[in-house]
């Protein structure tokens, strides 16, 4: 399964394939054989390439915090499908406006907002279900809805204008 992986804003795609605490990990062109384990809540037992690793992994506000030795990360992990829905599909062009459009086919599934609502960045304007997933869209800017171009159960295809923000 592919993840992206963000730490201080950089983002990375990470490929994990195994099970059972045995997995590969893929970053860029490097392998990782790893052994995991949950030793206790939060506490994970790793073999990394024969060396050992204690990480204590708590969650901060939907983040991992990852404290391993006397270092600490704070990593966002998404699925790689949901990172594209989210970061491609939100405003697109326009000084004026935001466009939402959408980034891959699928279905929508609640529209949340009528043309001359007005809304503030991050208010929910619609839910898109792709690939299994249900993905929602949040504005990018705040401004009046201009146009809403779907409808609940309409299917959608790549690059579909689906609400303009003015």
């Keep these: ?45 790793l073999l990394i390439d024969g060396v050992s690793y204690v990480a204590d992994v708590t969650d901060r506000e939907g983040a991992c915090v990852v ?25 697109a062009g326009g000084h004026a406006h935001q466009v939402l459009a959408a980034p891959l086919p699928g279905k929508i599934t609640h529209v949340a907002v009528t043309v001359g609502d007005a809304v503030k960045a991050g208010d929910t304007l619609l839910v898109i279900e792709a690939m299994k997933m249900e993905n929602e869209f949040r504005a990018g800017t705040a401004g009046t809805v201009a146009e809403v171009r779907v409808q609940p159960g309409q299917a959608v295809n790549a690059g579909d204008v689906l609400v303009v923000i003015d």
């Excluded at 950089?10 to 062109?29: F, K, N, P, S």
């Excluded at 594209?84 to 405003?91: D, E, H, L, P, S």
């Design 1 to 45: 399964m592919k993840f992206v992986a963000t730490i201080d804003g950089q983002a990375e795609t990470v490929e994990v394939t195994g099970d059972h605490g045995r997995y590969r990990l893929t970053l860029g062109g490097e392998v990782w054989e790893v052994d995991a384990r949950l030793t206790a809540q939060g506490i994970y037992s």
């Design 67 to 91: 404290d391993v030795g006397d270092e600490t990360y704070v990593i966002q992990v998404e699925e790689a499908t949901r990172y594209i829905i989210r970061t491609k599909g939100g405003a």
